[in-house]
């Protein structure tokens, strides 16, 4: 047994190293969405694979993928890893994220056994495919979004194969820079293990790995003792993805948590099948969601590693959109993700009211500019999260469940680089969800285009659906992306925050406003004092004001009706809906405590006045009982 201060000083030294990882990439890789943008992370795993430390800024996308590319590493290589080997990996299908996202692993031995791995997860900005950066909001499958990397040993006992990387340099766009990338990650990785081989020798390896065991067990015993404070149940919420990228039809989201004893389940059961667009997800993901959201509710100060992962557990059929197989395209892992995030951030809302918090901003918003034979500027512009108990959302920044990826990139490193001048950047007024507790702001970036030849991309949700407001706060404005040409506003494609190539003009301006979080509680009852700071500074136009001295709501009797498949449908009857101002097929919202429920509007002649209906889920989703009161509100979505 290792006694408490030793483990407690090779805990912090194993997290020590790790950051130190993060410095040698940040200083030598090449892209600028990896050395400006933050977009990597990096990892010490045992020699199982399973994930022994991490820093407190890596990406929770990464690091829950992390373990799973170096698993499949090492099952195609059983027995067969050696000193001076590297790995590579990006396949979402096996454990990866989307094709950008790629993972360096070198395996650590010490007295020729195996201490452990180290990894590094990185995107790069290019990995080939149809458009420049690789991603597109209308690939519909793989094959489009670059080069698939299975688990292939790219060193092998110090000794490049030339063979092996010449394959991928000759598939990617600009590969002088995409080594830089992989030399940095490479030094980061031979850093680590010399730390770790210097600790082993100086300590033991048996105290290493034994550190890295007994590290794992006391996290998972804090997640256990977490969960066990939950009341056991069923707890449900819904959401909504805008479209595939395929078709205009909203795609629904549903959760049940399960919670028993010091065990939770997260069963995903009902989600669409799988998509002829890029909002598919490999089988990594639904699970990440869930440590990444369940980690922050319930014990944010524990460490991160795999034993805090394993009193969770997912259900998520195969060939759904969020376990898809091959050749689903599955780059919009941000925007898919980031819904589900949300989804079981609303369910742990019922669970823990008193932590409830509004939608975050959902959605990646991977912004591409390129022009040929340059290398594409990319941005993930970030926006606002949601108002809680006890405070307004934080405007236009990253939020727990991204790490330290950058809010936007420096305007000088934009303009040196890219024939692009950023004429402005602003919070986006009104864009904060209203509520006792405001959500935080969106932003506003205008991109000026000084040469010819540009396209742009965009791969993007909530630009229709907005955030969701809890406990009756408003949601947020959604994403939006258009371009300014001459005085005309120009949409850059059919389907909201999904764009491939659309070709820009010299002069044109990309104009790129993101979503606010959404909002926490009825407005009437924010304090008047932060009503008006908020006009003073201008997060809220005098317009706005309204919505905190009378929000518009109307209150109706929940009836019973049977479930359907698809989006939600609302039954109102024609006198009801002519007397609200709503047609067949607007999009309303219901709320009453926790998350709101969104739900499209059809008419019905045989349905009771004043009353809308709603299906057993429903109800467990809202905490309400059939025919109590439900508010409801129109939403207005922004399609441009």
Known sequence: MIDAVTLALLAE?????????RTVVIRTAFSPMIHEGHDFSCAILTPD?????????????HLSALPWSVRTILARYPGDVAEGD???????????????????????????ELLAHVA????????????????????????????????????????????VQALLWANVREPSERRGDLKAMEGACILAEAKLKALAQR????????????????????????????????????TYLDNSGDTPEPLLLKVALRVRGDELTADFTGCPPEVPGPTNLGPAHASTAVFT??????????PINAGAMRPLHTIVPEGTMLNARLPAACGAIGEVRRALEGLVMGA???????????????????????????????????????????????????NFAEGDLSSIQPAEAIEVRWPMRVERIALRVDSGGAGEHRGGLGIERELRILEPGATLSVLSDHNVIPPYGVNGGFPGAPNRFVIRRGGDEVLPSKLPGKVSVFKLEADDVVVMQTAGGGGFGDPTKRDAALVEHDLAFGYVS?????????????????????????????????????????????LVEMFAHGPSLRAWIVLDDGFADDAIGIDEQGFEILGIRPDETVSLRRIGTNGG
């Open 13 to 21: 030294t194993l997290t020590s190293f790790v950051r130190e990882m």
């Open 49 to 61: 694979g399973e994930l022994a430390a991490a820093s407190e800024v890596d990406q929770p996308t």
């Open 86 to 112: 590297l790995f590579l990996h990006n396949d979402p299908y096996t454990g990866g994220t989307h094709l950008n996202d790629v993972v360096l692993m070198r395996p650590v031995l010490f007295d020729r």
């Open 120 to 163: 590094v997860m990185a995107h790069w900005q290019d990995v080939g495919g149809a458009v420049p950066g690789s991603l597109s909001g209308t690939a519909t499958e793989i094959f489009q979004e670059g080069v698939r990397i299975p688990g292939v040993r790219i060193q092998h006992r110090g000794t490049p194969l030339e063979e």
């Open 203 to 238: 300590r033991g390896a048996a105290i290493v790995r034994e550190t890295m065991t007994t590290l794992l067990d006391r996290a998972e015993r804090r997640m256990r003792a977490a969960i066990a404070r939950l009341p056991d149940g069923v707890y449900r919420c819904e």
């Open 293 to 302: 959201m369940t980690k922050a509710f319930l014990d944010p100060h524990g």
């Open 348 to 398: 742990l809302g019922r669970a823990v009211p008193e932590r409830a918090v509004g939608d975050l901003k959902g959605a990646s918003n991977i912004t591409t500019i390129a022009w040929r034979g340059k290398p594409p500027f990319v941005e993930f512009p970030a926006g606002g999260t949601g108002g809680w108990a006890t405070s307004d959302g934080n405007n236009a920044v990253r």
């Open 542 to 586: 005098p317009a706005a004001r309204d919505l905190y001295a009378s929000p518009a709501r109307t209150a109706l009797r929940a009836r019973t009706i049977s479930s359907r498949e698809g989006k939600r449908l609302a039954p109102l009857s024609p006198g009801t809906a002519k007397r609200l101002g709503l047609q067949s097929g607007a």
